[in-house]
């Protein structure tokens, strides 16, 4: 671990922006040497918002799919492929910055949040769709099937420079406030933050919310300062991020999934040899199937760990949550909008709808 997750130094720091500034970057991972069947070694830099203590913990879905897909890389490509991570935002925060950080060479690998990419393509939107899924088998079914490997193309053609990767499963959404928060007409005023995803946006507003896009590293301090008065997020989220010690209500409304998704500068990744990109395929399957075990086990005891930590957690009425789910299916027409009626069709032949 200590070898893995790494400190960003001063030099490096004051490396970075002339990275980003240099147009093109760096595009060929360097090379180290030869491994033991000749093969190319290579070090990848992997940027991360996740706190290093939840990283080390491993409990999160988020966590342990990320060090899952680490792990297999490394001993997959028989040591040829070397991960340096660095989490707490130390590389990049915020979407322009890491979309840009790979684009550009300044790190080769990064991940964040489905819903993140919303103003650079509309890959995920399959993912936002408000109370679509249930549980996390309903999910997987749609991740790991052909509409999973159709968002991964799109993305690939939308965005240029990007390779994607692994869907790695964080957690169902839940609101945090202020105040607490038992019905959709709790709702009513509430400035809430959400991610800068137009189907995301749409069903808090139809709740009745006024939406305020906040990066999740600036987050604390807004719901701090009162910027924002809720927010909301996986369980083990609000947790790694203290919002309870700003939001101690909580309402479980589970009205959208979360998933973070591994991605690497396309022409590193091209530079790769076969081994090594079998190595990270072998990767990807790995980190998709730990994260979900891990987040679907974590959700009551994040929540036990939350109640612990003094949050007020409200489970609604089987009649409330129809009341949350009735405000939030307006955006079902937003929905197949923006994907296209072929796309939602198809999402909701996959899905049973």
Known sequence: MKKRILALTLTFALALPLAACG????????????????????????????????????????AAGLMTWIDTVEAESGGTIQIDLYPDSQLASGTDAIVNGIQTGAFE??????????????????????????????????????????????????????KPLAYISIGFRNVTASKPIQTVADMKGLKIRTMDDALQIAAMEAMGCTVTSVPISELYSALQTKMVDAQENPLSTIYSNKFFEVNPYACLTRHSYTSTFVFMNADVYNGLSDTQKAAIDRANEAATAASKTAAESAE?????????????????????????????????????????????????????K
Not at 40 to 61: C, H, P, Y
Not at 328 to 350: F, N, Q, V
């Open 109 to 162: 690998v990064a991940h964040f949040t489905t819903g993140n990419w919303a103003s650079y393509s509309d890959a995920f939107a399959e993912l936002n769709v408000p109370y679509l899924y249930t549980n996390y088998d309903e999910v997987h079914s749609v991740l790991e099937g052909e509409i999973g490997q159709a968002m991964k193309d799109q993305l690939e053609q939308d965005v240029s420079g990007v």
């Open 300 to 352: 009551a005891e994040y929540q036990e760990m939350l109640e612990a930590e003094g949050m007020t957690i409200y489970a609604p009425t089987d009649e409330e949550m129809a009341d949350f789910q009735e405000a939030a299916s307006s955006c079902w027409t937003k929905a197949e909008e923006i994907m296209g009626s072929e796309r939602y069709d198809a999402l909701m032949a996959a899905m049973g």
């Open 23 to 62: 147009g093109s970057g760096s595009k060929d991972p360097a090379p180290e040497g030869t491994g033991s069947a000749g093969e190319k070694t290579v070090t990848l830099r992997m940027a991360s918002v996740v706190a290093n203590s939840e990283l080390e913990e491993r409990k999160t879905g988020m």
